[in-house]
């Protein structure tokens, strides 16, 4: 493990920042803290860099405790969000600067230097601007100019707080695909911070997911958006539908409707609350049907070869006073045998299913 | 031809009324206040012929004012730029009790007449006062010798420097100097690589600014200088000296020079503030 | 996005102190600090202590004395006539100035502005200089003006005019930043809804501005009263006359009469003081009104 995190604890005044966080990131992996705002991710990035102090706990880099070196000694690379390059530095200088400070007798000469700033820019495709200043730069090659700074001090870590978060959407994702390429080349265990989930998943091997201080779930990618392991973690990921009710052995009972399931540490006659993702529901028009929320078709919405299809719960079947909307996303094929018109009533019929407590939720 | 369409040859379409009135008004006013007024200098200086002219602004009285003035605000502006810098970095930085009000004290010398400043200075530094009754036995005279001067000059610098150098310090982000510390650099690294390149502009101007105002200062200064001919008289003083005597040509020479030295300051003092606005990002 | 670790808002040195980039070793800091506070001591808060000092060095009676002098009381009654004419006409102008920079865009805009800050950069004698070599004996209206009986050199009227000069880019000053900073969008609003050009701008360019507008008149205020060098330069000191308050000091105290010069230059020293608080309190609402908005 090339950086873990032991119970760290930070506050803010009354704000708890990070909750008894303890985290391993494992060599050479690319990992994505994610979470909404005031989850806490950004605190802890800052913590592991040394920028900020925490209360209590350890931050352990290559095995060796880090906890109170200064930052300076730490060996990180931090890549700010808004990029925080030094403007009356030329882009060769801002790279160069952390091998200029140091000490005497570590400092490479100018000519080495100068061989291992090109390099850098040559790997992140900015060489021809060495002599610009950030001013003279796009938002995307400042990012860059800021990566190969953070680079260039060859850190055991490389820390990236919302690296996109700046950038235009265009540019957003030809950064990821670019960033992703790079790691796979250098192999530096590096940390970033995202509250955009598509970032996460597309871009992380690793996705640690986080929520008021505490972490929710560390997994793959694919993992946390298919088995998802809390209430927070189904609803912070992608669209997804929500359905209140009872456990009534291996039925939810949702007003006067059923859903089957197949958890099994739920306990029977439990309040719960379960999940489907809108593709993993399935309409029905048969108004037979056993099984399946009722509800009424409000839009069928096409883009390309799928189908969305929203939903309204049957007037009068408010859950908890609140009328419920459903999505549903599906084949066109599909939509178009079923022949749907506005103010239709059908059944929802999940395909899977993920039932909570629901304290937990 | 109105002054509305003078100003404004592309005829764009105005929607808020009071254009012309307005700048007609400004125009006016500052042609009658300041700009035919300051021309007068120069008129009345044409009067004399240019040998005349140099036998004035040359003679040994007159460029052994120039050599004062100009040193002793040189000297004040620099003593400013280095403890305003420090005074600015503490009110910024740095918590303590009474900062509120040494804030707000900083801009004493704007708001105190320089009269007043001049005799309680005189009062401080004279050799039976506070700081003068300390300095007398060392041997250093500072009330009624070129000493006093300077020290009248930094005062009445003080707020220029502090002023121009706190916004940009508090507006600085935290960031640049986390980056620098990230990438290994010590404190020392890091306020002369990277915070000292931002902040020389404003810095530079602050220094401007208070030489600037100190060549031209009259009031705090002669109570305290003694105004000893060749030894301890300012520039001004010397046109004052000129016109009590009612040698108006003479003051008027050794006024264009003061003036011209004045116009190319507030060239430079532009030049730096622009430099600056680029260095740092923003836009005044 | 929750900015991380500002617990501390802007103007809180604690946000430096508490940030491991951003601090200094104690010994730093307490170096920087002693020289600033020494600097601060020695140069400005010693010679404010020092004007109450000397002008209670000899009691209360004497200073009583000093400042209800007729001579002085003429020079307080001098130097508020002068500020309540020069501070006036210069908020018409800085007004009708800023209105002009501020809301239209027209050439040689950034010119003008330097122009209005003109006599800042000359020396207040010169400032005097310039009123004597037009109106004075010799001046270029000497000879008519002396055949009108009109006195304005080393009268009332040079006094004003030199103020005037001095105390001319003030209230412009503060106005124009503000509002070319506040765009003219409310403006053409008001305009659009169909408000004349008075109600636009007393109902909303005026409110908008009143802190800038405030700000500037203080200043100008303060230098109005207390300007020294153009006016020793028109005024020909005649007391009870021509004698404004820093003028009555300076001649008090060429007359070694110590005491009293001070006792009048305390009365300055405390509209420097209100001066101040004036203005830290106006700079303290117009942040706490910034702070409403965000």
């Known amino acids: 493990m090339s950086i873990q995190v032991k119970e760290i604890h930070k506050q803010f005044g009354e704000f708890v920042a990070l909750d008894q966080v303890s985290l391993d990131f494992p060599t050479g992996a690319l990992t994505a803290l994610l979470g909404p705002s005031g989850c806490g991710k950004t605190t802890l990035l800052r913590v592991i860099a040394g920028l900020e102090t925490a209360d209590s706990g350890r931050v352990i880099l290559e095995g060796e405790d880090a906890s109170d070196t200064h930052v300076r000694q730490r060996r990180v690379g931090f890549v700010f969000q808004h990029y925080a390059l030094f403007r009356h530095m030329t882009v060769l200088e801002n790279v160069a600067f952390g091998l200029r400070v140091k000490p005497r007798r570590e400092r490479p000469d100018d000519a080495e230097i100068r061989r291992r700033v090109h390099r850098l820019l040559d790997l992140v495709q900015l060489d021809a601007l060495a002599e610009r200043f950030p001013a003279q730069l796009s938002g995307g090659q400042r990012q860059r100019v800021a990566l190969a700074r953070a680079l260039a001090v060859e850190p055991r870590v490389l820390l990236l707080d919302e690296p996109f978060g700046a950038l235009d959407a265009q540019v957003r994702k030809e950064l990821r695909r670019w960033l992703r390429r790079l790691h796979d080349e250098l192999q530096v265990t590096s940390i970033f911070v ?8 597309e871009v992380a091997d690793r996705v640690v997911l986080m929520n008021r201080g505490r972490v929710e779930q560390v997994d793959t990618p694919a993992e946390v958006y298919e088995a998802p392991a809390t209430p927070f973690v189904y609803g912070f990921l992608g669209a997804v539908n929500v359905f209140h009710g009872r456990i009534e052995g291996p039925h939810l009972r949702v007003g006067e409707a059923t859903l089957p399931h197949e958890q099994t540490q739920v306990i029977h006659g439990a309040e719960a609350v379960a999940f489907s993702r809108p593709h993993e529901l399935r309409i029905v028009t048969d108004p037979d049907t056993p099984h399946g929320v009722a509800a009424v078709v409000e839009r069928v919405l096409i883009f390309g070869a799928d189908v969305r299809v929203e939903l309204d719960s049957l007037p009068g079947a408010a859950v908890r006073g609140e009328p419920a909307h459903y999505e549903v996303v599906m084949p066109r094929a599909q939509v178009d045998a079923l022949a749907l018109t506005r103010g239709q009533r059908v059944r929802l019929v999940p395909s899977q299913i993920r039932v909570f407590p629901s304290q937990a939720a | 031809m109105g002054v509305a369409t003078f100003f404004n040859p592309t005829r764009q379409t105005r929607v808020l009324p009071g254009f012309g009135l307005a700048l007609g008004y400004t125009l006016v006013y500052l042609s009658l206040v300041v700009l035919i007024p300051l021309s007068a200098v120069f008129l009345e200086s044409a009067t004399l012929s240019g040998s005349e002219f140099w036998a004035i602004v040359s003679s040994p009285r007159v460029v052994a004012t120039y050599k004062l003035s100009f040193g002793a605000s040189l000297l004040a502006a620099a003593i400013n730029a280095v403890f305003g810098l420090m005074l600015a970095w503490a009110l910024v930085r740095y918590s303590f009790p009474g900062k509120k009000l040494i804030d707000a004290l900083v801009d004493l010398p704007f708001a105190l007449p320089t009269a007043v400043a001049g005799i309680a200075l005189t009062a401080l530094y004279a050799g039976n006062g506070w700081i003068g009754s300390l300095l007398a036995p060392l041997g250093i005279k500072v009330a009624f010798t070129p000493l006093g001067v300077l020290v009248a000059l930094v005062f009445i610098g003080v707020p220029f420097v502090v002023r121009t150098v706190q916004p940009i310090l508090e507006d600085l982000e935290t960031e640049l100097e986390e980056a620098a510390a990230s990438l290994g650099a010590n404190r020392l690294q890091t306020f002369s690589k990277v915070l000292l390149p931002t902040l020389l502009p404003a810095l530079l101007t602050g220094f401007a600014l208070a030489f600037a105002r100190a060549v031209g200062e009259y009031g705090s200064v002669i109570f305290i200088a003694g105004n000893i001919p060749m030894v301890s008289e300012i520039t001004p003083l010397i046109i004052i000296t000129k016109l009590e005597q009612y040698d108006y040509a003479g003051a008027t020479a050794v006024a264009v020079v003061m003036l011209v030295f004045s116009f190319l300051m507030l060239l430079a003092i532009n030049l730096l503030q622009a430099w600056s606005a680029k260095r740092t990002g923003r836009n005044r | ?52 000092t000397e002008a209670l060095r000899k009691g209360w009676l004497t200073y009583l004395t000093a400042i209800t002098d007729p001579d002085a009381l003429a020079s307080v009654r001098l130097t508020l006539l002068v500020a309540a004419i020069s501070v006036p006409v210069n908020l018409v102008f800085g007004v009708a100035a800023a209105w002009a920079i501020a809301k239209f865009e027209f050439r040689g805009k950034r010119f003008l502005t330097t122009l209005i800050d003109l006599p800042f950069s000359v020396s207040p004698v010169i400032a005097g200089l310039i009123f004597v070599l037009l109106f004075g004996a010799h001046g270029w209206f000497g000879a008519w003006l002396f055949a009108h009986d009109i006195k304005i050199i080393f009268a009332v009227p040079g006094i004003v005019l030199a103020t005037v000069f001095v105390t001319f880019p003030f209230v412009a000053r503060e106005l124009i930043p503000l509002m070319e900073a506040q765009g003219r969008e409310e403006e053409e609003a008001a305009v659009v809804l169909g408000a004349s050009g008075f109600q636009t701008f007393w109902r909303v360019t005026l409110p908008n501005i009143k802190w800038g507008l405030l700000y500037g008149v203080i200043l100008c205020n303060a230098r109005a009263m207390g300007e020294f060098g153009a006016v020793s330069v028109v005024s020909g000191h005649i007391r009870g006359q021509t004698n404004t308050m820093p003028l009555h000091v300076e001649i008090l105290y060429n007359e070694y009469n110590f005491a009293a010069a001070f006792a009048v230059a305390s009365l300055l020293a405390l509209l420097a003081l209100v001066t101040l608080g004036l203005k830290t309190f106006i700079e303290w609402k117009v942040e706490r009104g910034l702070r409403d908005t965000i």
């Not at chain 3, 996005?1 to 800091?29: C, I, Q, S």
Request: glycine share 4%; no cysteine; aromatic share 14%.
């Open chain 1, 194 to 201: 995202t509250h955009d989930q598509e970032e996460a998943l």
């Open chain 3, 1 to 52: 996005m929750v900015a991380v670790g500002t617990l501390y808002g802007r103007g809180d040195a604690r946000r430096y102190e508490t940030n491991p980039a951003t601090r200094e070793t104690d010994w730093v800091k307490w170096l920087i600090l002693t020289a600033a506070l020494t600097f601060f001591l020695l140069f400005l808060l010693m010679p404010l202590i020092a004007v109450f």
